[in-house]
């Protein structure tokens, strides 16, 4: 490979870690059982200090993103108009007030409380209105496949399993102090982007580049100061990408059964349903495992002689689970 090609190649490597919008940098594929069993299964059974989430379609529009961001995100969009909604945690809490049923409930099963004190408030809202800015994972692999693979026997598209570790321990916490503190100050800006204009200005970007041959892209290059650049791309991508927590602290029974752990992506624009990952990747060791569609039967039986109370039908119903 020339000198040229090599600069070219780790130009887009770096670029590409920087700007990455759907953890498309950790993505790692598992086509064997053999695989599986190295990267996910044997790891797990060491205590690998990883939580895991299960999504049943490999897409790039599945995007690791919380219920309620994603539908106001939704909402934006069908207003067709270029707007932006700030979600901080006043709004979260004015929010689950207004639905006077849930807050009546919430009020029968915890008391009162204020914006300052919303763990229990936002997890019951995760539960039972799929509205809240956590994102669901579980301790174990084995409940992770379940919801990915859904009972299925086959199936049309491979799916994904995230693995999550907090590498330095300090973004996680079992503390409802803690919790309650992250939660009041809460703060994502939610950003709608007019899909014409958007597309008229890839397309600028992109016919930018595809004038220039390799030679003038790297002679381009070498005019600059390649460690300023790369800097200023890194420290845009970190400045603009969430930050992340995780949370362990099980609210009901569902929730210990299954092993659920909550993450929380917060201090971020969410534009055009994407958001940078770089901040993320910097705590965190997150993976995106894209598993073949063809190992389904065999994990199926991995679930069925390993951890049967976690089969899809019995893992939303203890009483099921226990019989």
Sequence with gaps: MQKEDILRSQFIARLE?????NFGVSEIEIDTLEKFNEKLYVP?????????RGERIHSQQRR???TLLRQKASELKELEIEKSLNINGRYLFDMYVAKERFYEVYNLLYGDTDRYKMYNMTALAQHYLDLSPFIDFTKSLYVSLSFAIKGRESAEEDFVIYTVRDSSGKNSSSDIEQANEWLEGYNVNVINIILSNHIKKRNQIRKSFDIKSPGEFIEEIKSRDI????KRYEESALSLSPSAKLIDIPTNDLMKFQQGVFLLLDGFNLIDSRYLTKDIREDFEIKKYIVNKALIPELNKIIESE???YIYDRLLNISAAVR
């Excluded at 797990?44 to 895991?52: K, N």
């Excluded at 460690?227 to 790369?230: G, I, L, Q």
């Design 17 to 21: 870690d920087a700007l990455d919008v």
């Design 44 to 52: 797990f059974l060491q205590g690998s200090g990883v939580v895991y």
């Design 64 to 66: 690791l993103i919380p």
């Design 227 to 230: 460690a300023s650049e790369f």
């Design 307 to 309: 951890a049967p109370q």
